[in-house]
Nanobody, 125 residues
């Protein structure tokens, strides 16, 4: 059974940093894709970053140069390092797992079949 457990959210001032973590278990895909998706109440989910099994990555334009997605396969852990945070980054951030993704395209929530419960990130101005 796939389980994704996020941690690392919190409240920071604009310009600050946070690192999100997601511990994954029960991954069933050989050519998997993992990512971070965020959602603000009343708005659609937005793909933030994703990483494929081969290490290739994709980011939404608004976070390029500020956020970095990475994975530690030995620890089955996915990370999202978020620097230079802005108030518009405020959202619930979800870790997600899918069977495949195309990293030459921007990240999309539709790649993912499994989701964590989310961790809240709040950035104040």
């Amino acid at each position: 059974q796939v389980q994704l457990v996020e941690s690392g959210g919190g409240s920071v001032q604009a310009g600050g940093s946070l690192r999100l973590s997601c511990v994954a278990s029960g991954i069933i895909y050989r050519t998997y894709c993992m990512g971070w998706i965020r959602q603000v109440p009343g708005k659609e989910r937005e793909g933030v970053a994703l990483i494929a099994y081969d290490g290739s990555t994709s980011y939404v334009d608004s976070v390029k140069g500020r956020f970095t997605i990475s994975q530690d396969n030995a620890k089955n852990t996915l990370y999202l390092q978020m620097n230079s945070l802005k108030p518009e980054d405020t959202a619930m951030y979800y870790c997600a797992l899918g069977a495949y993704c195309y990293t030459r395209f921007p990240p999309s929530p539709r790649y993912f079949q499994y989701w964590g419960h989310g961790t809240q990130v709040t950035v104040s101005s």
